[in-house]
């Protein structure tokens, strides 16, 4: 009796079951439900114009260069607009508001180093040696040919004084791949570019030996003047790589890791290097003549 009333029990429950399922909620992003609620992507870029990376166009405002239109292509396939946030007054900086949540993504050839590591959470997606423009003359100081096996290994132990961006990945970097140069930090590219270059002995200017930063950079100096390369000889280290990232908050490394690493690998074309990025953009980096 009992086993009957069991059964009756077990197939009225399964017959209810069948009448009114359950009510189960799908599974939901929260970080990009909230994006496409908001309507526009939030995106931190740096303060400076890095053609062909990002820049104003010429006598206009529009922003332009692949890392827009990289965050372009992932606001449209999240559906929404897009915000650029220009604002930051440096590349640290910048990463450090984007691992507090003041926008989505922070993008712009933003460097890794330990330090941004502790503020935000990286995703690569260029990969780019590190080069120097140096002065000859302090080249030949060192008593060993470019061409020797040492030269490398000398180079990195010399004195040298290195000029980049300050509070950049490039002023990290310089004290951990050159532990006894002396680093002299300019407000942008261009600053350093004229105290190695433009020097002028009756200027109050700091000297510098060398300029630091990644090929894509380095290359296209010599490039655009080639007397240059009378005075100064670009150096290329195939061995230090910058992991060049898009970074995200840690909620945002919750919720958009995914979505960003899948749509580098299928619509960026995986992670580039410099030699990729110096051959698809050639009108940005060889003379107009040329």
């Known amino acids: 009796m009992i086993r009957l009333f069991l059964r ?7 017959a209810a079951v069948l009448l009114f399922p359950l009510q189960v909620s799908a599974a939901e992003n929260s970080f990009i439900e909230g994006i496409q609620q908001r309507g526009f992507l939030k995106v931190g870029l740096p303060p400076y114009n890095t053609p062909p990376a990002y820049y104003l166009e010429p006598g206009s405002e529009d922003l332009q ?34 691992g507090a949540d003041d926008f989505d ?4 050839k933003l ?25 000859r003359s302090f080249v030949a100081s060192l008593g060993v040919d470019p061409d020797d096996s040492k030269f490398g290994d000398i180079l990195r132990q010399s004195k040298i004084r290195i000029g980049s961006i300050e509070n950049s990945t490039w002023e990290t970097e310089s004290r951990a791949n050159f532990p006894n140069a002396e680093f002299v930090g300019f407000k942008n590219w261009s600053a350093a570019k004229n105290a190695l270059i433009n020097y002028d002995a009756k200027s109050d200017g700091p000297t510098i030996d060398a ?24 150096i290329l280290f195939d061995n230090i790589i910058d992991r060049k990232s898009i970074y995200l908050s840690e909620k945002g490394r919750i919720g958009l890791y995914d979505f960003v690493d899948n749509y580098l690998r299928r619509e960026w074309g995986g992670i580039k290097s410099d030699t990729n990025i110096l051959d698809e953009f050639q009108s940005f980096y060889l003379p107009s003549d040329s």
């Open 111 to 135: 460097g890794l180093t330990y330090n941004r590591l502790f503020d935000a959470f990286p995703i690569q997606y260029l990969s780019f040696r590190h080069a120097l423009l140096a002065d």
């Open 211 to 234: 300029i630091y930063r990644d090929a894509t950079e380095i290359k296209p100096i010599v490039y655009d003047q080639p007397d240059l390369s009378l005075k100064y000889v670009p």
């Open 105 to 108: 993504i922070a993008i712009g």
């Open 8 to 14: 009756f029990l077990l197939s009225t429950v399964c």
């Open 65 to 98: 260069g692949y890392d827009v239109e990289l965050a372009k292509g992932l606001a449209e396939k999240l559906g929404v607009d897009i915000q650029f946030d220009r604002s930051s007054t440096s590349f640290n900086q910048l990463v450090k508001r984007v």
